[in-house]
T-cell receptor, first 110, second 113 residues
Framework: DAKTTQPPSMDCAEGRAANLPCNHS???????VYWYRQIHSQGPQYIIH???NNETNEMASLIITEDRKSSTLILPHATLRDTAVYYC???????????FGTGTRLQVTL | KAGVTQTPRYLIKTRGQQVTLSCSPI?????VSWYQQTPGQGLQFLFE???????NKGNFPGRFSGRQFSNSRSEMNVSTLELGDSALYLC????????????FGEGSWLTVV
C-alpha cells in the first residue's frame, strides 16, 4: 500500500472549515484514498473515500488532485465534536488490510 | 442496519491467561479483519478472514489467532497473555468489493495485569 504523510496536528476555530491535507505521492492507479477519524479511542469512524474524482457526503468533502498524489479532507463547518485524530489511508482494490499512520490530531476550539 | 458488534467491551485478565474476543460483522459482509491499537504502536493489522479462511496476516506472534464461522462471525484468541497485550482490539468488516467501505466496531478494551 502507498504510504501517506499527514501533519501531526492542526487547529481550527469552531464554525470554520477544517482542511486536512494528505500526501500520497506513490499511489497506484487502482488505489483508493480513505479517510477515517477516531475520537477518544473509540473505533475508527469512516468519513469518506474516493478514487480520482472529488467526493462529498453529509460529513465532508474529499478533494483529490489531478495527479492523485495528494488530497484534502474538508469539514465545512467544524464543531467541537469534530475534535479527533484523522487518518488518511490508501487502500488497494478490495484489500481489507488498512495501514494506519499516525494521523492528524485536529483540535477544534471556540 | 446494525453495525459491527464486538464483545466484550472491557475485560481484565491476568498474565498467562488466554482471552477470546468476538465480532459480529455487518449483515452481508463476508470479510472480517482484526486490529490492535496501543499508545506506542498505534493501529496495527492482525489478520483478516474471508469465507472462514485466513486471507492475510500481520506481523504478530503465533499467540494471536482467529477464526471465522460460516455466518461470518469471527473470534480472535490471545494465549499466554503478556502485559504488552493490553490494548484496544478492533474488528472491522467489509463486503470486499472494489471501493467499498470498511466499517469498524467500537472495540474491546483488554487490560492484562
Amino acid at each position: 500500500d502507498a504510504k501517506t504523510t499527514q501533519p501531526p496536528s492542526m487547529d481550527c476555530a469552531e464554525g470554520r472549515a477544517a482542511n486536512l491535507p494528505c500526501n500520497h505521492s506513490t499511489i497506484s492507479g487502482n488505489e483508493y484514498v480513505y479517510w477515517y477519524r477516531q475520537i477518544h479511542s473509540q473505533g475508527p469512524q469512516y468519513i469518506i473515500h474516493g478514487l480520482k474524482n472529488n467526493e462529498t457526503n453529509e460529513m465532508a468533502s474529499l478533494i483529490i488532485t489531478e495527479d492523485r498524489k495528494s488530497s484534502t479532507l474538508i469539514l465545512p463547518h467544524a464543531t467541537l465534536r469534530d475534535t479527533a485524530v484523522y487518518y488518511c489511508i490508501v487502500r488497494a482494490g478490495t484489500a481489507s488490510k488498512l495501514t494506519f499512520g499516525t494521523g492528524t490530531r485536529l483540535q477544534v476550539t471556540l | 442496519k446494525a453495525g459491527v458488534t464486538q464483545t466484550p467491551r472491557y475485560l481484565i485478565k491476568t498474565r498467562g491467561q488466554q482471552v477470546t474476543l468476538s465480532c459480529s460483522p455487518i449483515s452481508g459482509h463476508r470479510s472480517v479483519s482484526w486490529y490492535q491499537q496501543t499508545p506506542g504502536q498505534g493501529l496495527q493489522f492482525l489478520f483478516e478472514y474471508f469465507s472462514e479462511t485466513q486471507r492475510n496476516k500481520g506481523n504478530f506472534p503465533g499467540r494471536f489467532s482467529g477464526r471465522q464461522f460460516s455466518n461470518s462471525r469471527s473470534e480472535m484468541n490471545v494465549s499466554t497473555l503478556e502485559l504488552g497485550d493490553s490494548a484496544l482490539y478492533l474488528c472491522a468488516s467489509s463486503a470486499t468489493q472494489a471501493g467499498d467501505t470498511i466499517y469498524f466496531g467500537e472495540g474491546s478494551w483488554l487490560t492484562v495485569v
